[in-house]
């Protein structure tokens, strides 16, 4: 992206637990090692693991940043999870001209058809990277890297002081997955493409405080069906009959309640509600369980 001299405003799209907080962090104060004025912000309310959140980026080069609002009209749109523009409009207000930058699996050629407009898309298989240089599918570090390499908005190494000081010993590993995105980002202009078919995102409707205030506890799985809480997931809870030996170790530990035994006895996740947070694989001492990544 052009260097000018205004502010530039980013709009990150990430789930709890991936760092899309940690990203913005990151990114306003490497901007500040190099002079700049910044500014990182959230903005979500109790959500969990999984759940869809929003955080915010301004960066100046000389203009001093006095907006304290969310961004509507980002110039950029960094998408954490895939699974996120099916479910809402992640480029809603994105300016003519501006960047998405997305973590998928697919190459530019396969995903450019779901968005529409003269935007610039960059693609990086930032979980994948994650995997390997961090031992942990938190794409924060890595989506910092492709960031860089489609905007050009920090300098790459004005980060290594900001991810020292926030990692510490595992400042290389977090280092070291932001340099290999920078090197992997696939970009390409959107200028032309036909879009799909316009989606249609659902609303959820939260009951009222009236609602909530008397016995708000349920203890059941799908206590808040209308929520879809399964949409937050980007990894699904697998099971090996093979090494399954119907214990129940993953419905004891389950935070969601939402674990139970089909007709033959084994173990499952019930997918309208499973959040993926990967607890039940992690108790699982026969490592019957394993979570893959959501297509």
């Not at 915010?56 to 110039?75: E, G, L, Q, W, Y």
């Not at 900001?162 to 977090?174: T, V």
Request: aromatic share 8%; glycine share 8%.
């Amino acid at each position: 992206m052009e260097k000018r001299d205004k502010i530039i405003e980013i709009r990150w799209h990430g789930r709890g637990g991936q760092g899309a907080v940690t990203s913005a962090e990151l990114l306003a104060l490497a901007a500040i090692e190099e002079g700049k004025f910044a500014q990182a912000f959230p903005s979500f309310g109790p959500e969990r693991r999984g759940a869809p959140v929003l955080v915010f980026n301004r960066v100046s080069d000389k203009t001093p940043i006095r907006a304290r609002v969310s961004v509507i009209n980002p110039d950029i749109v960094v998408i954490l999870d895939p699974g996120l523009i099916y479910i809402t409009d992640v480029t809603a207000g994105l300016k003519e001209g501006g960047v998405i930058v997305i973590n998928t699996t697919k190459a530019v050629v396969d995903i450019k058809s779901e968005f529409n407009g003269s935007w610039k898309l960059a693609v990086v298989n930032a979980t994948s990277i994650a995997r390997d240089t961090i031992g942990v599918p938190i794409v924060n570090t890595t989506m910092l890297g492709a960031l860089v390499k489609a905007t050009d908005i920090i300098e790459l190494e004005s980060l290594a002081e900001p991810l020292k000081e926030r990692f510490g010993a595992r400042a290389k590993g977090n280092s070291d997955a932001c340099h290999r995105a920078y090197k992997e980002t696939e970009i390409a202009e959107l200028s032309g493409v036909v879009k799909k078919p316009t989606k249609t995102f659902e609303t959820e409707t939260f009951p009222s405080w009236q609602e909530l205030l008397p016995g708000s506890v349920i203890p059941e799985a799908g206590n808040a069906k209308q929520y879809r809480t399964g949409d937050w997931k980007s990894e699904s809870p697998i099971w090996d009959h093979q090494k399954c030996i119907k214990c129940g170790i993953c419905y004891l530990f389950c935070p969601e309640g939402c674990i139970g035994q089909n007709k033959d006895g084994y173990f499952e996740a019930n997918p309208y509600y499973c959040k993926g947070c990967g607890i039940c694989a992690r108790e699982c001492w026969t490592e019957a369980i394993k979570m893959v990544e959501e297509e």
